[in-house]
T-cell receptor, first 116, second 113 residues
Framework: SQQGEEDPQALSIQEGENATMNCSYK?????LQWYRQNSGRGLVHLIL?????REKHSGRLRVTLDTSKKSSSLLITASRAADTASYFC????????????????FGQGTILTVHP | DTAVSQTPKYLVTQMGNDKSIKCEQN?????MYWYKQDSKKFLKIMFS???????INETVPNRFSPKSPDKAHLNLHINSLELGDSAVYFC????????????FGPGTRLLVL
C-alpha cells in the first residue's frame, strides 16, 4: 500500500504567494524527504528531515514533521513561476536498528502551478 | 558531467520484445536503485543494489532483471514486454549509511505497443 498521501493533489497560486503541501504516512520512519519533479524530468532532492527533528529550513523552503500525527508539511514562501512542478514526499522507513533501509516510499505528489 | 545518466531516454517497442535500460552514476555512490513511475505519477521502488549486491527486491515480475556490473552501473533488463510495462523508469543512487538523499537520473520513457 502507498505510504505517503499528499494533499492537495493540485495547487494553483499567484507569484509571491506562499504554497503549503501536506504529506501523511503510516509507518515508523528514519527520515522524510521532499523532492521536486519538473515536467518530463527526473526528481530533484529538496530537503530531508529526520524523525527526531520537528522543523527544518532551506532557503524559501520550510518543512515540519509531526511524528505523533505521522504528517509533514512543505511550505514554499514567496513562490515564483519557476517553482511550478510536482512535489513529492518520500519516507525512508527505519529498520530494527533505527537506521535507514534506503527504501524510499513516495506519495502521489502535489502539482503546484505558480502563475506569473 | 551528469551525475546520474540513463540510456536510452525514450524507448518504443512491441509487446513480447526484450529491452535493456542502462544507468551510470559518477558520484562515487555505492547504492543504486530502480524506480517505476506510472501514468498517474506514482513512483515505486523496484530494486536496489549496494556494492553490486541486491538488497531490495520489491514485488516485481521476474521478467525484470537488474544487473550491476560494478558500483557505478545498474542496468535493467526486461523480457517479454507487456503493455503494462509502459512507464517512466528512473535510476537513482545514494551513499549507504552516510547520506540518505537519493540522486535521480532523467528517466527512461518506455512505451510498449
Amino acid at each position: 500500500s502507498q505510504q505517503g498521501e499528499e494533499d492537495p493533489q493540485a495547487l494553483s497560486i499567484q507569484e509571491g504567494e506562499n504554497a503549503t503541501m501536506n504529506c501523511s504516512y503510516k509507518t515508523s520512519i528514519n527520515n522524510l524527504q521532499w523532492y521536486r519533479q519538473n515536467s518530463g524530468r527526473g526528481l530533484v532532492h529538496l530537503i530531508l528531515i529526520r524523525s527526531n527533528e520537528r522543523e527544518k529550513h532551506s532557503g524559501r523552503l520550510r518543512v515540519t514533521l509531526d511524528t505523533s500525527k505521522k504528517s509533514s508539511s512543505l511550505l514554499i514562501t514567496a513562490s515564483r513561476a519557476a517553482d511550478t512542478a510536482s512535489y513529492f514526499c518520500a519516507t525512508d522507513a527505519a529498520n530494527a536498528g533505527g537506521t535507514s533501509y534506503g527504501k524510499l516510499t513516495f506519495g502521489q505528489g502535489t502539482i503546484l502551478t505558480v502563475h506569473p | 558531467d551528469t551525475a546520474v545518466s540513463q540510456t536510452p531516454k525514450y524507448l518504443v517497442t512491441q509487446m513480447g520484445n526484450d529491452k535493456s535500460i542502462k544507468c551510470e552514476q559518477n558520484l562515487g555512490h555505492d547504492t543504486m536503485y530502480w524506480y517505476k513511475q506510472d501514468s498517474k505519477k506514482f513512483l515505486k521502488i523496484m530494486f536496489s543494489y549496494n556494492n553490486k549486491e541486491l538488497i531490495i527486491n520489491e514485488t516485481v515480475p521476474n521478467r525484470f532483471s537488474p544487473k550491476s556490473p560494478d558500483k557505478a552501473h545498474l542496468n535493467l533488463h526486461i523480457n517479454s514486454l507487456e503493455l503494462g510495462d509502459s512507464a517512466v523508469y528512473f535510476c537513482a543512487s545514494s551513499q549507504w549509511g552516510i547520506q540518505e538523499t537519493q540522486y535521480f537520473g532523467p528517466g527512461t520513457r518506455l512505451l510498449v505497443l
